[in-house]
Structures are given as C-alpha cells and as structure tokens.
C-alpha cells in the first residue's frame, strides 16, 4: 500500500493550493483520511480530517479557508487550500487509515509536499 502526495508549491499570499492523496494497493477500503502539516523544530499537527461518510473537522486556523474532500472511489482525498497565509507555510503529509483483509485497519503515511507561501 502506498500513499501519494501531490500539489504542494510556492504560492503568494491569498493565494490558492489544491493538494492531492491517492491511495494504491492492495486496499479493501480507505476510511479516515486527513492531513497534518510540519515546520522545523515543532510536532507534526492535524491540518484537516474526513471520515468515509464524509464528516470533517478542521484546525481552527483553517477553518473558513481549507476545505478537505474525498473520491472514494478513486481512493483520493484532497485539500483546497485557499486564502493562504505565510504562516500556512510547512510540508504537508496526507494520512490515511486503510483497511486491509487479514490485517485490519493501519495507518499510512505519504511522502511530504512542501507549501511556501511567501511574496
């Protein structure tokens, strides 16, 4: 099973990302999915969160400006990203809970994608 992150870049402020997380391999069903993010030197925080039914929650910094979506049927969640900040900067990872016959249900990481926002 992998995890692969996409859309990260330099972006100005107030401006706008839309980060990409697929999900391949032998999966029997991707249940929670969200988003942390990292700076250097601090933990790794939740950025945004949604269940398989599609229930959210949010960071209160993002919230009115990040909206987190899902294909389950493409095993893809993404993060639209807009009204960046500079402090929106870090890498951004994806996570996602992934059930596996015969193993339960594990959680996987993504390849981090580095968002600068900066003028």
């Known amino acids: 099973v992998q995890l692969q992150a996409s859309g990260g870049g330099l972006v100005q402020p107030e401006g706008s990302l839309r980060l990409s997380c697929t999900a391949s391999g032998n999966i029997g069903f991707v249940a929670r999915m969200g988003w942390y993010r990292q700076v250097p030197g601090k933990e790794r925080d939740l950025v945004a969160a949604i269940t398989a039914g599609g229930e959210t929650n949010f960071a209160d910094s993002v919230k009115g400006r990040f909206t987190i979506s899902r294909d389950n049927a493409m095993n893809t969640g993404y993060l639209q990203m807009d009204s960046l900040k500079p402090g929106d900067t870090a890498v951004y990872y994806c996570?996602?809970?992934?059930?596996?016959?015969?193993?339960?249900?594990?959680?996987?990481w993504g390849q981090g994608t580095q968002v600068t926002v900066s003028s």
């Open positions: 996570n996602a809970h992934i059930f596996i016959t015969g193993r339960g249900t594990i959680p996987y």
